[in-house]
């Protein structure tokens, strides 16, 4: 991973969201670490907290159970884009929420809105304490938890190609065939879009960036050009 070689921007709060696949996770790492910006995975948040769940024996289907636990599990994030961590009760968590069991119980476990609420307060709580601003990915960081982001990114791809990378990331471990995996994404899609307490969906003021024809190297480059032009008006703004 690349240390900080580009300009530092004013300590810029940046939201990317957007569908599984996406490249949301390459990204953010790479542009954090090139900007010298902390990094943020709320996916992980929300699997961390699934896991938990899963290993304390809650049907993660029953909504009330999942929100009458959900406020039990200690929940710590690192935000070294160099080295993400994860901890749940003093566990490291980054192994075991990668597992297919954890990717088929999050959309249930983080559609529940006590889940939200407590992980969104911790979301927040990260950012306004990062020293040197933040890249924070997920699926509703530029419309419900960071509002007022210094720049909005919405990563978007046709679901052919998120299946493609999905499938190589998971190669030799859980891989099955593309179309499973691609049926997988669009159904965990749909239940993250379609979901009451904030669904997965594009801010207004989002700048959508469709990677689909794009290698990753292409997306870093654009996303960095993005944050060092929010860098630039925010330290006019702070000068003012
Ligand atoms: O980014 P990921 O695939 O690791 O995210 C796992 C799940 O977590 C995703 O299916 C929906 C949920 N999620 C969410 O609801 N809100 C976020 N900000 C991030 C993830």
């Known amino acids: 991973m690349e240390t900080a070689a580009r300009t ?9 969201d957007g569908p599984a696949g996406t490249g949301k996770s390459s990204t953010s790492k790479a542009v954090a670490a090139k900007l ?11 699997r961390a907290i699934t896991w938990w769940m899963l290993s304390n024996g809650i049907d993660v289907n029953d909504a009330t159970a999942v929100a009458e636990a959900s406020g039990k599990p200690a929940i710590v994030s ?9 901890a749940v009760d003093d ?3 980054a192994g075991p929420i990668r597992t297919q069991e954890v990717t088929s119980a999050v959309s249930a476990v ?29 699926r509703d960081i530029g419309i419900t938890v960071l509002p007022d982001a210094d720049l909005k ?8 190609a998120r299946a493609a990378r999905r499938s190589g990331e998971l190669k030799g471990k859980e891989a099955g065939d593309l179309t499973a995996t691609r049926e997988a994404l669009i159904k965990r899609d749909a239940a993250d879009s379609s979901r009451k307490t904030s669904p997965l969906a594009k801010a207004d003021d ?35």
Not at 78 to 86: E, K, L, R, V, Y
Not at 116 to 121: E, F, G, L
Not at 153 to 160: C, G, H, Q, R
Request: negative net charge.
């Open 8 to 16: 530092a921007p004013a300590a810029v709060i940046v939201a990317i």
């Open 206 to 240: 989002a700048v959508e960036v469709d990677t689909t024809e794009l290698t990753l190297e292409q997306v870093i480059e654009c996303v960095v050009t993005l944050i060092e032009g929010a860098g630039a008006a925010k330290a006019g703004r702070d000068a003012r």
């Open 78 to 86: 690192g935000t070294d884009p160099a080295a993400p961590a994860i």
């Open 36 to 46: 010298g910006l902390g990094y943020l995975d709320t996916g992980a948040q929300y």
């Open 91 to 93: 566990l490291d968590a």
């Open 110 to 138: 983080s559609a529940v809105p006590e889940v939200r609420s407590r992980i969104t307060a911790l979301q927040r709580t990260i950012a306004a304490e990062a020293p040197n601003g933040i890249v924070v990915e997920g």
């Open 153 to 160: 990114v919405f990563l978007t791809a046709s679901a052919e």
